[in-house]
């Protein structure tokens, strides 16, 4: 009998396990890096915690916020530790909150997609990304998902640092809106419907 509750309380475990995702943006903190290209991933992530009507507490390493949606808990992180350590928070959170690394959503920039782009991928290399090079060499895996937003390569040589943190172009500000409700969408379908089907659906759009 008490093997059965064993293998109950495992399967239910599991199953809680399974419920969670770690959705994080990548980005800098402080009012420096407000409406930056390098900051779209805290940028999704506040627009995700407005439509939930949730806020962001100060925590370790983060800001994070819980949210909840069909049965499934999300815990919206933005990490303060600067993009270069960004893989600390990651790591503590996934550890704490028992989530699976399949389970966790990093948002990032990508300079070699056009603005506005999409690309989810299942794991992959940094690419030359500082927040990504963290977070593979905090987890010691590059198998983990990423949501990359492309930001475009529009810079001369020699000044991409420059380009990455620099403000939005009128351009960009005019088709941000619906750029970023598309992001939440694909967001929230790769919590409910799974990973496969979101590439599908988003993937180069």
């Given at each position: 009998?008490?093997?059965?509750?064993?293998?109950?309380?495992?399967?239910?475990?599991?199953?809680?396990?399974?419920?969670?995702?770690?959705?994080?943006?990548?980005?800098?903190?402080?009012?420096?890096?407000?409406?930056?290209?390098?900051?779209?991933?805290?940028?999704?992530?506040?627009?995700?915690?407005?439509?939930?009507?949730v806020?962001?507490?100060?925590?370790?390493?983060?800001?994070?916020?819980?949210?909840?949606?069909?049965?499934?808990?999300?815990?919206?992180?933005?990490?303060?530790?600067?993009?270069?350590?960004?893989?600390?928070?990651?790591?503590?959170?996934?550890?704490?909150?028992?989530?699976?690394?399949?389970?966790?959503l990093?948002?990032?920039?990508?300079?070699?997609?056009?603005?506005?782009?999409?690309?989810?991928?299942?794991?992959?290399?940094?690419?030359?990304?500082?927040?990504?090079?963290?977070?593979?060499?905090?987890?010691?895996?590059?198998?983990?998902?990423?949501?990359?937003?492309?930001?475009?390569?529009?810079?001369?040589?020699?000044?991409?640092?420059?380009?990455?943190?620099?403000?939005?172009?009128?351009?960009?500000?005019?088709?941000?809106?619906?750029?970023l409700?598309?992001?939440k969408?694909?967001?929230?379908?790769?919590?409910?419907?799974?990973?496969?089907?979101?590439?599908?659906?988003?993937?180069?759009?």
């Amino acid at each position: 009998m008490r093997a059965f509750f064993g293998r109950l309380l495992s399967k239910k475990s599991k199953a809680d396990t399974m419920k969670k995702f770690l959705i994080v943006g990548l980005g800098n903190p402080g009012a420096d890096y407000v409406n930056t290209r390098h900051n779209i991933g805290f940028k999704i992530i506040n627009q995700l915690a407005e439509e939930f009507e949730v806020d962001f507490q100060e925590r370790r390493y983060a800001k994070i916020a819980e949210a909840s949606i069909k049965g499934k808990k999300l815990f919206l992180l933005k990490p303060n530790t600067f993009m270069n350590l960004s893989g600390k928070a990651c790591k503590y959170w996934l550890e704490k909150e028992k989530i699976s690394i399949e389970n966790m959503l990093v948002i990032t920039d990508d300079l070699n997609l056009d603005f506005g782009t999409f690309r989810l991928k299942m794991k992959g290399s940094d690419g030359g990304h500082n927040g990504l090079k963290s977070i593979q060499q905090e987890i010691n895996t590059n198998q983990y998902p990423r949501f990359r937003f492309g930001i475009g390569d529009q810079f001369s040589k020699g000044k991409q640092v420059n380009y990455v943190l620099g403000k939005w172009g009128d351009h960009e500000k005019e088709f941000m809106p619906e750029r970023l409700e598309k992001a939440k969408a694909l967001v929230k379908s790769f919590c409910l419907a799974g990973p496969s089907i979101t590439m599908n659906e988003f993937n180069g759009k």
